[in-house]
């Protein structure tokens, strides 16, 4: 494209916004500091696709804007009732999946599923709390692993292999019985060469990858999303 030449656009809640070939909906949205809720995309990462928060209506029809290329002219609605209810029941059932007791969690204030929730104006889970059982991995020196809040977005999984390439992690099962799982024999994460340092030590969007000796270091209401809610972040995920 010669400078001269305006970049193509495509319209978001009725406003235009420029893309780049090869753009995809949520990443040009986010270079041009629009918010499209969304948990598995980083801007880092290639997309994944999974927790489908991200669903827009391109032209009429659902998709998600992490994974939908840009196309000039299109008509995308993403700030809708019936697209926020539905991202709202989404979470609601991650949250009872899960063990989300968010005052007493390090990543309050931090956490990007917490921050997504009050944004789409969840107020409570909703449906059947699972309280699931499983055991916290403290094995390893400088790391915390409480698998409890694990959301399955896969972010640590491609942080280390494609950036650490260390392999650490992995996602294991099908179904409802899909979990994360350490990559050692042992299955512990003291018995991996995981680094305080790495990324994936420090991606995950909840509290499950944790450092060890640094907790409520910034209290609880001086934190990122309590100085200014997610949708007003430029980059909420970096
Ligand atoms: Fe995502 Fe965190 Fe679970 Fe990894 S541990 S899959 S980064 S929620
Ligand atoms: Fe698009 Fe998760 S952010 S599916």
Redesign the pocket.
Known sequence: MSPDQAAPTFSLDGEDLPFEPGDTV?GAAVRAGRYI?????HAGFS?????????VKVDGRMG????TQARAGAEVESNTEELNLQRKTLLQMLFVEGNHFCPSCEKSGNCLLQATAYQVGMEGPHFEEFYPDRPVDASHPDILLDFNRCIL?ELCVRASRDVDHKNVFAIGGHGIATHLLVNSESGRLGDTTIALEDRAASICPVGVILPKRRGFALPIGERRFDAKSVAEQAEPDA
């Open positions: 949520l809720p969304h948990l598995c995309w997309p994944h696709g999974s927790c489908r928060i991200c669903t998600a804007a992490c994974t977005c």
